[in-house]
């Protein structure tokens, strides 16, 4: 009586130990690779479903997988940058989805009514007033900017 391989099932060579199952290296190392292949699949038949639509994710799938495809994810970054792009305009007070993250008004001329409420400020180096200044102008010249930033980089 000849000893099958379990694999393959061709015959295991006489030179192999009594209780062989494989015939050479590649069957019991393929062997070995779909059990331990099945069994973390196994693992992963009871992990958290697709966080977009709730859809089981696929066990072949890594184990750090969040959504069940490319497009759920895609379609969940969507409507997570477009929920976080969401402002309140500050002059209407209208809810608009800004282009840019620094965009604070819904419109152009919302944002030249908001300059101009801004007022009048002094510039921070020399003192004298800037008077229609942007939000974030701090500064009445080129000259008063660059002075600061040679003291900044003195200071620091």
């Given at each position: ?15 192999k130990r009594?209780?062989?199952v ?5 069957c019991?190392?393929?062997?070995y690779?779909?059990?331990l ?9 009871d992990?958290?479903?697709?966080l977009?639509c ?30 976080a ?15 840019i993250?620094?965009q ?11 300059r101009?409420?801004?007022?009048p ?6 003192g ?8 974030e ?5 080129s000259?008063?900017r660059e ?10």
């Amino acid at each position: 009586m000849t000893r099958r391989c379990e694999r393959c099932g061709a015959p295991i060579p006489g030179h192999k130990r009594a209780d062989a199952v494989y015939c050479s290296k590649t069957c019991k190392n393929t062997d070995y690779g779909e059990i331990l292949a099945a069994g973390r699949i196994d693992d992963k038949r009871d992990r958290a479903p697709c966080l977009h639509c709730g859809a089981p994710i696929p066990p072949e799938a890594p184990a750090n997988r969040r959504f069940c495809s490319i497009t759920c994810q895609r379609l969940a970054r969507r409507v997570r940058d477009k929920a976080a792009r969401v402002q309140t305009c500050p002059v209407c007070g209208k809810t608009f989805n800004a282009s840019i993250p620094d965009q604070t008004c819904c419109s152009h001329a919302c944002a030249a009514v908001y300059r101009r409420e801004a007022g009048p400020r002094p510039c921070q180096c020399c003192g004298k007033e800037i008077p229609a200044p942007l939000p974030e102008q701090k500064w009445c010249s080129s000259r008063c900017r660059e002075r600061a930033w040679k003291i900044r980089r003195r200071k620091g």
